[in-house]
């Protein structure tokens, strides 16, 4: 079975993701990867458009399109503008903060060969505060799912926000297949604006008035110790370099 990676970023710079590294991951274990990028203007479209190789294809789209997409349902019309452009039968869609552990490559294989469904639960390493916390509250407390379906046939489509593809999946391989989220741990002084922007110009919301009183982004305003536990394995290895940096 071939296997595709899709990927779409806006402004990783600006806001700090590590997108780079995500599109490496991709590249990594994916027979074919596709980038999209949706009208960047900080600097991240020539960035990606050099990541360009014989598995790669670089997808830029103009700012405008990405102006015209109103609310939440824009990420899941850029996942799936991303998915328009795969030829490979199986689709590992990720987020441009999120890597899926190498532990996890051989399950990803095993998953796609053994074609139980059309799509895999997996399981959201969901880090907060520091790259050696995770988030450890019961589901309805978190900010993001600590399960989600990322690995499906390549016609299943995004919806929604784009946490998730839309099919029927299975649960079969959720304890093998790994992705950690970086989202909560980027620097601080880029941290709010970041949560800024998403509330403001993607949920259509008035931003957290916690927000308001931070120069920086503190994360213990949402999250105390007690909710928290360490990380019990290592890193991804491709984010040895980028976690040092961070909180």
Partial sequence: MKLGGTLFVRNGLMYDYCFVEAINS???FCDEVIVLDAGSDDGTKEVVEKMADSKTKIVCLEKEEWDEQKGKEKLAYFTNKAIEHLTASWNFNCQADEILHEKSYKAVRNAINSNYADGYMITRVNLWGSPYMQLNVPQSRLPCSSQVIRLTKSNCQSVGDGESLDCQ??????????????????KKEVMKDKIINMQKNVFLLDPDPKLDTMEVFDSTAWFKKEDLRPIDHPHPKIMKEWILTRP
């Fill in 169 to 186: 999946v299975v649960f079969n391989f959720v304890k093998d297949i790994e992705l950690w989220h970086y989202g909560f741990v980027r």
């Fill in 26 to 28: 991709l590249k990594e």
